[in-house]
């Protein structure tokens, strides 16, 4: 699998350029511009192609290396973090559940 620009923070699938804005297919989900910016400064270009599917059950995945997080909501393996975008990222951008 060729590398995606971003993991879904909600769901770990990758993202997929949907018009001009990054989208969870899956997840109905488009990535507002402001977050865009904000999480391809911090996770793209090193988002993992090869990164397996995570177990489901975490709220919040890794955008980079597609890992479950933890309360703190940062990435125990590259110390990414979204927890200053955890608001924007519940209020504004719901996610429909996956079944
Ligand atoms: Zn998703
Ligand atoms: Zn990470």
Sequence with gaps: MTAPELFCPFCAAPMQRVGRELT??????????????IL???????ARGDAPQPARGAALYCPACRAPL??????????GTIRDLRFQLIEFHPHRQPE
């Design 24 to 37: 969870c297919v899956i997840g109905e989900m488009s990535l507002s511009r402001r977050l865009e910016t």
């Design 40 to 46: 391809l400064e911090r996770f793209g270009g090193r």
């Design 70 to 79: 933890g309360e703190d909501l940062t990435c125990a393996a590259c110390a």
